[in-house]
Nanobody
């Protein structure tokens, strides 16, 4: 059974940092592109960052560029999202998602194409507040 489980969320003050993890079970991430999405109350889910299956390409939504870093550890079967300089507007439930296939070895699916992602986690809450 394919499963993605996020962890690492919590409450942090503005300017602080968190590292989210997404561990896969039931399948190897070697052939999967990965992405992080987030959803705030009353807002649509948005793509935050993605990484190709081979880890050679990464993408970020403009609002997090320079503050967030995505990485993929195939040996640990885990994808990470290092978040720094956090802002209240980063408050959301963060989801990881995986897209299978050779099409995504060098380039991940677009962050606007949620339908390309085959597996989703249940999310972890990140709250940025003083």
């Amino acid at each position: 059974q394919l499963q993605l489980v996020e962890s690492g969320g919590g409450l942090v003050q503005p300017g602080g940092s968190l590292r989210l993890s997404c561990a896969a079970s039931g399948f190897s991430l070697d052939h999967y592109a990965l992405a992080w999405f987030r959803q705030s109350p009353g807002k649509e889910r948005e793509g935050v960052s993605s990484i190709s299956a081979r880890g050679v390409s990464t993408y970020y939504v403009n609002s997090v560029k320079g503050r967030f870093t995505i990485s993929k550890d195939n040996a640990e079967n885990t994808v990470y999202l290092q978040m720094s300089s956090l802002r209240p507007e980063d408050t959301a439930v963060y989801f990881c998602a995986a897209a299978y296939g050779s099409s995504w070895y060098s380039q991940p699916p677009s962050l606007t194409e949620e339908s390309e992602y085959d597996a989703w986690g249940r999310g972890t809450q990140v709250t940025v507040s003083s």
